[in-house]
């Protein structure tokens, strides 16, 4: 889909290379920054905000951004049907609101890389839900993604290689649940994909995780803790870089990408975040767990190969809003 078409030559042809360049960068990009999460939220940890908090954090402060630039830039696509909201709704807080806090309570507990990689377990859930929702079939290629993602996350969490348990089973059963309720996103937008954009659908998605969290949480309690300048910087960049110019520059690149290569693509952000947790957060990874790492990863590459193959559409993109 995006080699140079034949007949292209010359000067065409290189401009042409260079237009896919581009495409793959601003992908990778869009990737890069849900990746950089960690940078964001271990500062407002040490600001005394919780998990729950920074949920609500990141969901208000995107809602905000994201309204703003669709009165601005995309008023039209403000129309929804009300009994889609349903969607919408299930989507804000099944899915967004507690993927993000089993996501973020890992990453407190225990480290970055741990919670991405179990968070990555989330296109194998996708996989299992589809079956059972969408009766979408299973295959040998979905079988074996399986098996490498459950091995990898046994490496990641220490029951591999030596059979001694090394994170307590409150973390990895929290890790687990991140990427369930992380699949759920998919379940919830598949229905009105082909009624609404990405934009449209994640900006009412974070509407819902928003009023969500007003009403669970104590952030509003907390608002004086924004007065402290490096406290509203960090929030507004875990909504700004973490969400919204994530979201920009992802779909950005997939108008041109099939989807299973934007999801391939897509795995970059948790190499980042490995990276991020290593160079800035003091986390350390053994040799065995990078190669855990490296098995979630693969896993989800299998299925999104296969989603894209059987049917392309964005199905796999529609889950992958961090």
Request: glycine residues 6%; positive net charge; contains cysteine.
């Given at each position: 889909?995006?080699?140079?078409?034949?007949g292209?030559?010359?000067?065409d042809?290189?401009?042409?290379?260079?237009?896919?360049?581009?495409?793959?960068?601003?992908?990778?990009?869009?990737?890069?920054?849900?990746?950089?999460?960690?940078?964001?939220?271990?500062?407002?940890?040490a600001?005394?905000?919780?998990?729950?908090?920074?949920?609500?954090?990141?969901?208000?402060?995107?809602?905000?951004?994201?309204?703003?630039?669709?009165?601005?830039?995309?008023?039209?696509?403000?129309?929804?049907?009300?009994?889609?909201?349903?969607?919408?709704g299930?989507?804000?807080?099944?899915?967004?609101?507690?993927?993000?806090?089993?996501?973020?309570?890992?990453?407190?507990?225990?480290?970055?890389?741990?919670?991405?990689?179990?968070?990555?377990?989330?296109?194998?859930?996708v996989?299992?839900?589809?079956?059972?929702?969408?009766?979408?079939?299973?295959?040998?290629?979905?079988?074996?993604?399986?098996?490498?993602?459950?091995?990898?996350?046994?490496?990641?969490?220490g029951?591999?290689?030596?059979?001694?348990?090394?994170?307590?089973?409150?973390?990895?059963?929290?890790?687990?649940?991140?990427?369930?309720?992380?699949?759920?996103?998919?379940?919830?937008?598949?229905?009105?994909?082909?009624?609404?954009?990405?934009?449209?659908?994640?900006?009412y998605?974070?509407?819902y995780?928003?009023?969500?969290?007003?009403?669970t949480?104590?952030?509003?309690?907390?608002?004086?803790?924004?007065?402290?300048?490096?406290?509203?910087?960090?929030?507004?960049?875990?909504?700004?870089?973490?969400?919204?110019?994530?979201?920009?520059?992802?779909?950005?690149?997939?108008?041109?990408?099939?989807?299973?290569?934007?999801?391939?693509?897509?795995?970059?952000?948790?190499?980042?975040?490995?990276?991020?947790?290593?160079?800035?957060?003091?986390?350390?990874?053994?040799?065995?767990?990078?190669?855990?790492?490296?098995?979630?990863?693969?896993?989800?590459?299998?299925?999104?190969?296969?989603?894209?193959?059987?049917?392309?559409?964005?199905?796999?993109?529609?889950?992958?809003?961090?």
């Open positions: 889909m995006m080699g140079v078409p034949r292209l030559t010359g000067v042809a290189v401009k042409k290379r260079i237009l896919n360049l581009r495409v793959y960068l601003v992908t990778i990009a869009g990737a890069a920054c849900w990746g950089l999460i960690g940078l964001f939220i271990a500062p407002l940890y600001h005394g905000f919780t998990p729950w908090d920074v949920v609500a954090i990141r969901g208000i402060f995107s809602f905000v951004i994201l309204i703003l630039i669709m009165t601005i830039f995309y008023r039209d696509q403000l129309r929804t049907r009300v009994k889609d909201h349903f969607y919408f299930g989507a804000g807080i099944f899915s967004i609101a507690f993927f993000n806090y089993f996501y973020f309570e890992v990453f407190s507990q225990s480290s970055l890389s741990l919670a991405v990689t179990l968070l990555y377990t989330g296109p194998l859930f996989t299992i839900l589809s079956r059972l929702f969408f009766k979408e079939s299973l295959t040998i290629r979905k079988g074996i993604a399986l098996a490498l993602a459950v091995i990898g996350c046994a490496f990641v969490v029951l591999l290689p030596f059979g001694q348990e090394g994170i307590p089973m409150n973390i990895l059963l929290m890790g687990i649940l991140s990427g369930f309720c992380y699949a759920l996103y998919s379940i919830f937008s598949k229905p009105i994909t082909k009624r609404y954009s990405a934009l449209t659908i994640t900006m998605t974070f509407l995780t928003s009023i969500f969290m007003l009403l949480s104590d952030i509003m309690k907390k608002t004086s803790q924004f007065q402290h300048l490096d406290v509203l910087v960090y929030a507004v960049l875990l909504a700004l870089v973490t969400t919204v110019a994530a979201y920009l520059l992802y779909s950005s690149g997939l108008k041109y990408l099939e989807a299973s290569k934007a999801s391939i693509l897509a795995t970059i952000e948790p190499i980042v975040a490995v990276l991020t947790g290593v160079l800035f957060l003091g986390e350390n990874l053994r040799p065995w767990q990078v190669l855990g790492i490296a098995l979630v990863l693969y896993s989800a590459i299998l299925v999104a190969k296969k989603r894209s193959r059987v049917k392309k559409t964005v199905d796999m993109k529609q889950y992958e809003i961090h």
